[in-house]
């Protein structure tokens, strides 16, 4: 059973693109969570999906940022018209349910990360 | 809004001896609290969870305690390796509708052979 897959690894930019970030989540996961970790700052929450739905966009910037899960295939972290500031690691986590809920209180599963570099 | 502190420096202990980890938050108590490692240029991968009403977790050498009149969480790993250096994250949980995971900036370890 692979683990959450995120790619790219690493991403250039320049100021003004686009930046597509993939997250596959670990099989039989339908729960996907977003975080950006800036240097020597911790892992900052941006958004929480299930399948076809936004649960819980509360960290997500209002504007440029925007983040999808469709009924097939990867989630989707879309920054529009990046700025050097986006410049970050972008970290997807995966659980089979909601975190913390159920008997067994589940985790999350982290992928590896997506190294967005703005210049 | 809440707030998480952890160690900002860097921890350097002895191999063989207790790493203890502190990870303190303001407001009210979480519903949950987890600990993670983050090797460098890695995600996070999970550790222990511990419960409000539940004071200490084992997992063979690692121990979380959790004081919620303190609202501190302690997190040892006995009988410390060079394998263990790594970066030690808190991560509090709320419940609520998302029951997301607010986590700490992450306290460095090192352990020197």
């Known amino acids: 059973n692979a683990g959450v897959m995120q790619n790219p690894r690493h991403l250039v930019r320049r100021r003004g693109q686009e930046a597509r970030l993939r997250c596959s989540p670990m099989?039989?996961?339908?729960?996907v969570y977003w975080y950006r970790q800036l240097p020597e700052e911790g892992l900052k929450f941006m958004v929480y999906l299930q399948k076809e739905n936004i649960i819980d966009e509360s960290g997500m910037p209002k504007e440029r940022f925007s983040a999808e899960f469709p009924k097939e295939g990867p989630s989707i972290l879309r920054i529009q018209q990046v700025v050097r500031g986006d410049s970050a690691a972008y970290f997807c986590?995966?659980?089979?349910?909601?975190?913390?809920?159920?008997?067994?209180?589940?985790?999350?599963?982290f992928g590896q990360g997506t190294r967005l570099t703005v210049v | 809004s809440q707030k998480i502190e952890q160690n900002s420096e860097a921890l350097n202990i002895q191999e063989g001896k207790t790493a203890t980890l502190t990870c303190n938050y303001t407001?009210?108590?979480?519903?949950?609290l987890q600990w993670y490692r983050q090797d460098p240029g890695r995600g996070p991968v999970f550790l222990l969870l511990i419960r409000e009403n539940e004071k200490e977790k084992r997992k063979e050498r690692l121990k979380v305690t959790f004081d919620t009149t303190l609202k501190q969480s302690l997190f040892h790993i006995t009988a410390s390796q060079p394998a263990d250096s790594a970066t030690y994250l808190c991560?509090?949980?709320?419940?609520?509708?998302?029951?997301?995971?607010?986590f700490g900036t992450g306290t460095l370890l090192a352990v020197q052979p």
């Open positions: 986590a995966s659980s089979p349910r909601q975190i913390g809920t159920g008997t067994e209180n589940t985790e999350a599963f």
């Open positions: 407001n009210y108590s979480p519903a949950y």
């Open positions: 991560a509090l949980q709320y419940g609520g509708a998302t029951n997301k995971l607010i």
């Open positions: 099989k039989g996961h339908s729960h």
